[in-house]
C-alpha cells in the first residue's frame, strides 16, 4: 500500500521536479526510535514540501518542522494521507487525501463473497479449502485532496534548481514517508 501511495504522488509530479523518498523505519533503526528526521536540513537545502503515506507521519513531520522554527506553510507545506479524524483538528489544521472508504468497503465485502461462493479449492497436497487470498475486483478507489492550512504557496527565495542525496525510488517497506521538493502552487482551500 505504501508503494502504491508513493507511486501515485510520484506521478503527479512535474517532469522537472525531484523527490526523495525518506523511509521513516530504516532512520529510526539506525538512530532510534522518534529520532529527529533531519528535515529543518532539508528545508534549508531548498524542500518546499513533504508529502507523507499517512496522517501520522505528517503529523510527525509538521511537528519536527515546528519546534525547529520552521513556518508551515510559510517555509514549507506538509500533506498526509487518509484523513483522519484529528486532521481537521490540529493547529494548522492538515491538508490530506481522504479515500472513498465506503467503496474500499464494498471491494471488501465483494472480495470475501467471491471467496466464500467459490467453496474450497483442491490443494496440491491433496485437500480442499478456501484461498488464503481475496482478491478485489477493483484496483482503485475514488479519493479527494481535502486542502487545509499546512499547505500553500512557496516561500519566495526557494531554488527550485537542486539535486539531493538519495534521490532514487528506493525499495518499498512499511512506515515509509515521502518526501518531495514541488514547485509551489496557490491552493484553493477546502476549509479554514
Not at 529510526?28 to 514540501?49: I, M
Not at 503515506?53 to 494521507?81: I, M, W, Y
Not at 499547505?151 to 527565495?157: F, S
Amino acid at each position: 500500500m505504501q508503494g502504491d501511495r508513493i507511486g501515485g504522488m510520484k506521478s503527479r509530479l512535474p517532469k522537472d521536479a525531484r523527490s526523495q523518498t525518506m523511509w521513516i523505519d530504516r532512520i529510526e533503526a539506525e538512530r532510534g526510535r522518534g529520532c529527529p528526521l533531519g528535515l529543518k536540513d532539508l528545508v534549508e537545502q531548498g524542500f518546499t514540501a513533504f508529502a507523507a503515506t499517512n496522517d501520522l507521519h505528517a503529523l510527525r513531520v509538521l511537528t519536527e518542522l515546528q519546534q525547529a522554527g520552521v513556518k508551515v506553510p510559510g517555509d514549507v507545506s506538509v500533506a498526509g494521507f487518509d484523513d483522519l479524524v484529528w486532521s481537521s483538528v490540529v493547529t494548522p489544521s492538515m491538508t490530506t487525501v481522504k479515500q472513498d472508504m465506503a467503496a474500499i468497503a464494498d471491494i471488501a465485502v465483494g472480495a470475501l463473497i467471491d471467496v466464500i461462493e467459490a467453496g474450497p479449492v483442491a490443494q496440491d497436497d491433496g485437500a480442499a479449502r478456501r484461498p488464503a487470498v481475496a482478491v478485489g475486483r477493483a484496483d482503485r478507489v475514488p479519493m479527494t485532496l481535502v486542502v487545509r492550512q499546512t499547505t500553500g504557496p512557496a516561500a519566495l527565495g526557494v531554488s527550485q534548481d537542486k539535486t539531493f542525496p538519495g534521490d532514487d525510488a528506493g525499495a518499498h517497506s512499511a512506515s515509509s514517508s515521502l518526501t518531495q521538493p514541488l514547485p509551489r502552487q496557490p491552493l484553493r482551500r477546502n476549509e479554514p
